[in-house]
């Protein structure tokens, strides 16, 4: 942890010398009670818990390039023992370089969350002492060949780590991924693209190794003013090895649909809603990458000037990618409903409502959690 708080202290006392910089600092407190924090279903541990957050936003732009700073950091603690508590933070540069036909990004991330939180997408597994750190570069390339046309080349590589996790329930892992890209415009309101992209995964405990090909084509189109649409859509073949029986490899080939489906409404007082579906190959720490399908929805909607209504939802099922069960195999769903009013420019007060619903294939019980937090936050904007 050392090492994590270090760059966060050196990032938000970067001097402010340099007259292009606007930085942008935020705090929060809150205070919450859960009857369900690990999410166990036969064992649920209920307690109050207290939270402080602290964040710094930086940018630099000039004609040319921008360049943006982002840390964080937040602590949590539980009355029901010190087992449960909890630190987050978060250390990212990212950097965009524009030419006359070319658009230059690199992304670099580190960040450390518990493995209650890390796990939520892929396997559920959380470990109340364990701690999962990741580092992640995230390069891209955009080229327009002409007004209407363009292709572009990204990478996506990361390393997680896990620490303090009990029965090796979670495993360091490696992954990445390498995209090609095309799109065109047909019209002001409508366009079509493609996605050829290769995946790889290695887990570092169990020797299982992962690669994945696939091909996506779809189309994005403006209904209209407020209203728009985004579908990809395509096939994937993965070829997964992991060891056998002895010294033996075992090599197991599959194929599956991948899709991406997004539409967006923005309202007309402000505030929008957004639906979105993706299907497509998570890596997880349960050594395996997961065939995951995944709803996201979001909403937002102001009752006055400074009230704000906000949901937002999702839910995750994951499976074994050759469609064999696994102990991976689960169903997840979450739901938050939340008031927030905008005490003065700077502070704002909030009340949030979350329900969590889980079940394991393997398990014949579910979990289920109630939460509410209150929290005062406050922006230097």
Known sequence: MRWVLVAFLATVTLPAGAQQWQFEPTVSLGVDYDDNITLDPEDPRSSFGTSARVAVRGVQSTESTRLGLLAGLGLRQFSDGGDLDDVTAFLGVDGTYLAPRSQFQLNLSVSTQSTLTSE???????????????????????????????????????????????????????????????????????????????????????????????????????????????????LRRTEATFPGVGAREVTETSTGPIYSLSIEKRFARGGGVSLSALRDLAPSGAAEVLDTTSLQLGYRYPLSERVNLQFSSRAYRNRQTGGQSSASDRTYADGQLGLSYQVRRSWRLAIDYRHRWQKNDEDPASAQSNAVTLSLAWSGR
């Open 120 to 234: 939520t997408e892929t396997t559920g597994v959380g470990d109340p002492n364990g701690q999962q750190y990741r580092v992640a570069i995230r390069p891209a390339w955009d080229y327009r060949l002409d007004e209407r046309s363009s292709f572009g080349v990204s990478a996506n590589v990361s390393a997680v780590f896990y620490e303090d996790v009990e029965d090796a329930s979670l495993s360091d892992y490696r992954s990445g991924e390498l995209s090609l890209s095309a799109a065109h415009s047909l019209t002001e309101r409508a366009g079509i693209n493609a996605v050829l992209s290769y995946g790889y995964y290695e887990s570092q405990g169990d020797d299982n190794e992962t690669e994945n090909l696939a091909f996506q084509a779809g189309a994005n189109y403006q209904l209209s003013e407020t209203v728009s649409f985004a579908l990809l859509f395509g």
